[in-house]
């Protein structure tokens, strides 16, 4: 039976990159296995949307065959809705008018930007929910 899950990634990768890559491989566990999967990236938790940063985590983890990008490849083309904090992208020098080149490609096509408003939604519409 099909849920909906709303996965927000918080933590601060710089702080505990782990626990980051894990809330990314559960949701895209969550999305393999037919779960409607929300997400909401906030806080310092924004810099995995960064190209740079993320390409950066398979190096500083070890982790085999770009699995950082593949894993974030699966979020982007079967998560219902990824969203992503304005006010935390904004704290760290990012937003909609100087993101290209900065986050993940397309991500004006797949990502809404929000703030508490989103938070909100998604997690009435929730199933379930994962804080990371």
């Given amino acids: 039976m099909s849920k909906r899950i709303f996965v927000k990634i918080l933590t601060d990768p710089e702080v505990d990159l782990r626990k980051c890559v894990v809330g990314l491989a559960c949701a895209a566990q969550a999305i393999n296995d037919n779960h409607r999967v929300d997400i909401f990236f906030a806080s310092n938790g924004v810099k995995l949307l960064q ?3 993320l390409k950066s985590i398979n190096e500083t983890l070890d982790l085999p065959d770009d699995q950082s990008i593949k894993l974030m490849s699966t ?3 079967g998560a219902e809705n990824i969203y992503c904090s ?3 992208q904004a704290a760290n020098g990012i937003n909609p008018d100087n ?10 096509e797949w990502m ?4 508490p408003p989103g ?3 998604l997690s009435i519409k929730s199933d379930t929910q994962l804080i990371y």
């Fill in 119 to 121: 938070v909100i939604e």
């Fill in 99 to 108: 993101a290209e080149g900065i986050l993940l490609d397309g991500w004006d």
């Fill in 86 to 88: 304005t006010g935390s």
């Fill in 75 to 77: 979020i982007i083309q």
């Fill in 112 to 115: 809404t930007w929000s703030g």
């Fill in 51 to 53: 190209t740079n940063y």
